[in-house]
């Protein structure tokens, strides 16, 4: 598929109105059908401000979680949730749900620019063991207060889609 420039985005949604058929644009700018289902949807309900023209929008781990839980658990289905929260690909919202089942069911923010961290000491190979007991704990107390930091915030997230449907 090749990338359309904000104006191919514009001439496909006129084109469409105009009543030129999915077929004929989808030969013309060389894109998937789907493509512009997808795009004239979006540009219906959101208008051509959703088009973007210079910077990537940065989605949080609360945005992700929300349209996830929506797929997954309210049982609505990616394409009008992305439509919904104004994706610029459908495709976006199914690598989100497909990443989080990979990693367990939880959110994992891809990290861009250098690494600050500090290099992980690799185990030692003449470990005794009483330093094998304590590392193994120390990692042991780690995972524990990662699963209880989880386990929080799916509790907070529960919290307040209780609160958005008890406005409803």
């Given at each position: 598929?090749?990338?359309?420039?904000?104006?191919?985005?514009?001439?496909?949604?006129?084109?469409?109105?105009e009543?030129?058929s999915?077929?004929r644009?989808s030969?013309?700018?060389?894109?998937?059908?789907c493509?512009?289902?997808?795009l004239?949807?979006l540009?219906?309900?959101?208008g051509?401000d959703?088009?973007r023209t210079?910077?990537n929008?940065?989605?949080?781990i609360f945005?992700?979680?929300?349209a996830?839980?929506?797929?997954?658990?309210?049982?609505?289905?990616?394409w009008?949730?992305a439509?919904?929260?104004?994706l610029?690909?459908?495709g976006?919202?199914?690598?989100?749900?497909?990443?989080?089942?990979?990693?367990?069911?939880?959110?994992?923010?891809?990290?861009?620019?250098?690494?600050?961290?500090t290099?992980?000491?690799?185990?030692?190979?003449?470990?005794?063991?009483?330093?094998?007991?304590?590392?193994?704990?120390?990692?042991?107390?780690?995972?524990?207060?990662?699963?209880?930091?989880?386990?929080?915030?799916?509790?907070?997230?529960?919290?307040?889609?209780?609160?958005?449907q008890?406005?409803?």
């Amino acid at each position: 598929m090749s990338k359309l420039s904000y104006e191919d985005k514009i001439n496909i949604y006129n084109e469409k109105k105009e009543g030129i058929s999915i077929g004929r644009l989808s030969s013309k700018y060389k894109v998937r059908k789907c493509v512009i289902n997808y795009l004239t949807a979006l540009i219906e309900k959101h208008g051509y401000d959703i088009l973007r023209t210079r910077q990537n929008k940065v989605h949080t781990i609360f945005e992700k979680q929300e349209a996830i839980d929506r797929v997954l658990i309210n049982g609505e289905s990616v394409w009008s949730v992305a439509i919904d929260l104004g994706l610029l690909s459908y495709g976006m919202l199914q690598n989100w749900i497909k990443k989080y089942k990979e990693n367990g069911y939880n959110i994992v923010e891809r990290k861009r620019g250098r690494s600050t961290m500090t290099k992980v000491p690799k185990k030692k190979e003449n470990e005794t063991k009483d330093e094998k007991i304590e590392r193994l704990e120390k990692e042991n107390e780690y995972l524990k207060a990662e699963l209880e930091y989880s386990k929080k915030l799916r509790a907070v997230v529960q919290a307040r889609k209780n609160r958005q449907q008890k406005k409803k």
